[in-house]
């Protein structure tokens, strides 16, 4: 395969730490590019969502992290997340018409729901790859990476949350290769990849 990109993962980071492993603090968090969502997976993390940002990673993912904050996204078992499995807690309110009374649903169990969602979003584990390419060229990574490990056997290739949209290479574009270094954290995901 030819190769036209070469790009480098870092990580894992964590949401809430204090120390260097803060993906908040971290020096890498001020470029734009790839992040991954993972869960500890034996000895590598298993991908759980992946996504693309013009923004800095930090401005980005300040949003996902307000929008666990208020409801806006799933949450799922701690426990069982680390262990491979997806345990539905709350849906979010995100998908959910209508969204105002799946926000009420929220605030009423917030007290419980909240220590869940700090429970799962501290399990969960971050990858950066610093990227600084125009959109498109973001979006084709973002797409080739969720459809390379969600072609893998479960619990792998199952443990993406589906109804996510990815825009995948077009048929009148040229397909790129891109070699992604650290590639082995990640259960999964190939070192090669077509986008």
Known sequence: MKIDLEVQLYGPFKWIEVAEDNVFTNSIS?????????????????????GETGKSFIERLAQHFQAYLIGQYHIYDAKDFINGTKTLLYEGWFNIKPREKARIEYLERVQILG????????????????????????????????????????????????????RHRRKDEDPLGIHIKGFNLIAGLDQYIEI
Do not use: W
């Not at 992040?35 to 993390?45: E, M, N, R, V």
């Not at 501290?122 to 390419?133: G, W």
């Open 30 to 50: 001020s470029n734009r590019g790839i992040y991954l969502f993972t869960a500890p997976f034996k000895s590598k993390f298993m991908l759980y969502y992946v």
């Open 115 to 166: 220590r869940k969602m700090l429970e799962f979003i501290e399990c969960m584990r971050l990858f950066l790859i610093p990227l600084d390419k125009e959109k498109r060229i973001l979006e084709r990574v973002e797409a080739a990476i969720h459809k390379n490990t969600k072609q893998k056997p479960s619990p792998i290739g199952t443990f993406q949350d589906e109804g996510i949209v990815y």
